[in-house]
């Protein structure tokens, strides 16, 4: 799985919220909604249950003390001292609760709808619309008859071969 450096937690947070409001992935488990939403089973887990924070968070605070304990005291690499009064609880849930989910999914919706009420309005713009959607369709069209020949071609060039080695196995390589 490669996930995606330039999306911030929150932007993360939000998209796996997000996949679990729907119906499509509500039997699903937490590997499968990571993978399109490019991130860690584990945030899946933690977000679909919060009871699964706080393990996560201790295993998180271990393997930080072991990296801790495990680099120099002094130096270069030596980390600063950090007061844990001033870090933010990992175990907080900062994402937006299903009321803010349902009201940015409402506001995207009205934003859509606005779009469209713009696109119809302007006559010229309701023709490149109705124009690109005919050119999309078009072009699927396209692309199935495209690979329906290349599926024919291919068992063309199948039986052509497996032909060529009936004749070799009859009149042998010679003739």
């Known amino acids: 799985m490669k996930k995606n450096p ?4 929150a932007t993360k947070r ?12 509500a039997g ?3 590997r499968a909604i990571a993978k399109p939403c490019k991130v860690s089973h584990t945030l899946v887990a933690s977000i679909r249950n919060p009871e699964a924070k706080e393990p996560q968070a201790q295993n998180l605070a271990k393997h930080v003390a072991s990296k801790v304990s495990d680099e120099p005291q002094s130096g270069v690499n030596s980390t600063p001292d950090v007061e844990s009064d001033s870090t933010p609880s990992k175990t907080q849930d900062y994402g937006p609760d299903a009321a803010e989910l349902k009201a940015m999914e409402l506001a995207e919706q009205a934003d859509r709808d606005t779009m469209y009420k713009m696109l119809e309005s302007d ?3 309701a023709t490149a619309v109705k ?6 369709n078009l072009n699927a069209q396209m692309k199935i008859r495209f690979d329906s020949l290349m599926n024919e071609r291919n068992a063309c060039v199948t039986q052509v071969k497996r032909l ?3 004749i ?5 390589k010679g003739s």
């Open 6 to 9: 330039l999306l911030t937690n």
């Open 14 to 25: 939000k998209q796996v919220e997000t996949a679990l409001c729907m119906e499509c992935h």
């Open 28 to 30: 699903k488990s937490d």
């Open 123 to 125: 006559d010229a713009l």
């Open 131 to 136: 124009e690109i959607e005919r050119l999309n």
């Open 164 to 166: 060529e080695h009936q």
């Open 168 to 172: 070799v196995m009859k009149f042998g």
